[in-house]
């Protein structure tokens, strides 16, 4: 299990690399400026492993739910949607037992939920680096407004990130 860990540091480390992004204590971190992030590259994370697509974003939680409902799918798909018969035959020197196993709509119904999931899964990690781009794009700006008022004018300072 802890080489499991390993590789997949290994495999998110080669992506930052391969992407261009960089350490988590490099300097250019502690700006102001956050990268843009790829859509294609959320998709692909998404692909691969449930939720990384997500976690890329910075939004794992909700990558937490798709994971959780695609399990959820092919739990019913391999418990409920398998049926088991079991038939016997006796002869007079042996005896055979045949198992059948049959597919039930279950079966078909957690499948397809499993796929529809990861599809949506993908989709919505691309809007989430959408809105972690559209979120974090653009210079700080700072505003300074003069606003009438009744008993004369008042100074209004704003600053938007």
């Known amino acids: 299990m802890k ?3 390993i590789i997949i540091f290994i495999v998110v480390l080669g992506f930052q690399i391969v992407l261009g992004q960089e350490s988590p204590g490099s300097d250019s971190r502690l700006s102001h400026q956050p990268k843009q992030k790829s859509q294609a590259t959320a998709v692909l994370l998404s692909f691969l492993i449930s ?3 997500h976690a890329y974003a910075g939004n794992w939680g909700r990558g937490l739910g798709f994971t959780a409902g695609r399990v959820g799918c092919a739990v019913l798909a391999f418990t409920a949607g398998i049926k088991e018969t079991t038939e016997t035959e ?3 020197y042996y005896t055979m037992i045949t ?3 049959e597919k039930t709509p279950f079966f078909y119904i957690g499948v397809g ?3 529809i999931l990861g599809i949506w899964e ?3 990690a691309a809007k989430e680096v959408q809105r972690y781009n559209s979120r974090y794009s ?3 700006k700072f505003g300074l407004d003069l606003v009438p008022q009744k008993d004369g004018a008042s100074l209004k300072l704003s600053y938007n990130f």
Do not use: L, R
């Open 51 to 53: 939720s990384t697509g």
């Open 3 to 5: 080489q499991f860990f």
């Open 122 to 124: 993908m989709v919505d």
């Open 113 to 115: 939920g499993a796929i």
């Open 90 to 92: 006796h002869g007079y």
């Open 99 to 101: 198992v059948k196993e």
């Open 138 to 140: 653009g210079n700080p």
